[in-house]
């Protein structure tokens, strides 16, 4: 005949010892084996013991988290893609500015956070950077390189032309480091322009320091209208091939297959900037993107191996958690 299990109801004796434990482990900071010589038992009741104060009520562990981060989503996104980590905003009601803006107060947190004086500094041109260094504060003082030209399809109600070109100046700005922009288009329509481009002697600097970068901060794009830069700036056969070829995704105007494979080969452009094998040579990668319609896009790079840190919102994260 089977019983149901008693439920855990201490007597005052074994409520104080539990109370005390608690108080060791959790405010104090006291190791179970500490605790265990202490009060002359074994770390394995005291681990009994833990767990049954926190399964009865007498213990509740609480995260109070000031910045609206999903701390669950966050942990199960970066597990589930071999993320160093994730943060992945709050489900809220948020329009595409809304959400751009507030990822990119993320981003800029995040980055005054790891940043230091021995870092070198790489950013992207998107709207979603841009937003982020509206947001920066403070930043240690560090080189700061553009990783890619600008695109010359902008969006005017958010930034203007002159603001956008200017964005590694105004990170530098906050840095108080050097700044490296390229003053040049994103897309260029052969090699060969490229090439005498990057002898221009402010734009040399730039390329030579894509080796240095330790941390690169860049957006995903998906591959359609008005969620690419690079898109938009070609022809309607250009777009098409190239989406019959497999692009789904953008990172640096560099694009991606859904398996997270660059597009390589003959594009029928050519991007003036970083190129993916450097991305992945550098330490830190963090990639910008949210919504839940770019879910597909955001996975396909996340799957290329090439981002370590993935800021996003909570619409975009159960998408990629179910495809994971």
């Excluded at 049954?52 to 893609?81: C, H, K, M, W």
């Excluded at 507030?102 to 021995?118: K, R, Y």
Aim: charge should be neutral; hydrophobic fraction near 45%; proline fraction near 4%.
């Amino acid at each position: 005949m089977s019983r149901t299990p008693r439920r855990w109801q201490p007597g005052p004796a074994e409520l104080l010892l539990a109370t005390s434990i608690g108080r060791r482990f959790y405010v104090q900071g006291a190791s179970k084996l500490e605790i265990a010589e202490e009060f002359g038992i074994s770390r394995f009741k005291v681990a009994r013991i833990l767990d049954q104060a926190r399964d009865n009520g007498l213990i509740r562990v609480e995260f109070d988290v000031p910045a609206p981060l999903d701390p669950t989503l966050s942990d199960e996104v970066a597990a589930a893609y071999g993320l160093r980590r994730a943060l992945v905003l709050e489900r809220a009601q948020r329009t595409e500015i809304e959400l751009r803006k507030q990822l990119g107060a993320m981003a800029a947190e995040l980055l005054t956070e790891l940043v230091t004086e021995d870092d070198v500094l790489g950013v992207v041109w998107a709207r979603t950077v841009n937003a982020m260094t509206d947001s920066l504060r403070r930043l240690a003082r560090c080189p700061v390189v553009q990783l890619c030209g600008v695109s010359s399809r902008i969006d005017t109600r958010e930034h203007s032309a002159d603001r956008s070109v200017e964005t590694v100046r105004r990170v530098a700005q906050v840095s108080g480091g050097e700044a490296f922009p390229i003053f040049g288009p994103l897309v260029l329509p052969d090699r060969r322009t490229a090439q005498t481009l990057r002898q221009q002697p402010g734009i040399a600097d730039a390329f030579e320091r894509f080796a240095r970068i330790t941390t690169a901060v860049v957006s995903i794009g998906a591959w359609r209208s008005g969620q690419s830069t690079v898109y938009s700036v070609l022809g309607e056969q250009q777009r098409e091939e190239l989406a019959r070829r497999g692009a789904v995704a953008e990172v640096a105007a560099r694009l991606f297959d859904a398996d997270g494979n660059e597009l390589t080969g003959d594009l029928g452009h050519h991007v003036f900037g970083v190129s993916v094998p450097e991305l992945k040579r550098v330490p830190e990668v963090i990639a910008l993107s949210g919504g839940a319609e770019k879910a597909d896009a955001i996975a396909a790079v996340l799957r290329s191996g090439m981002v370590d840190t993935l800021v996003t919102d909570a619409g975009a994260a159960e998408r990629l958690l179910d495809q994971a």
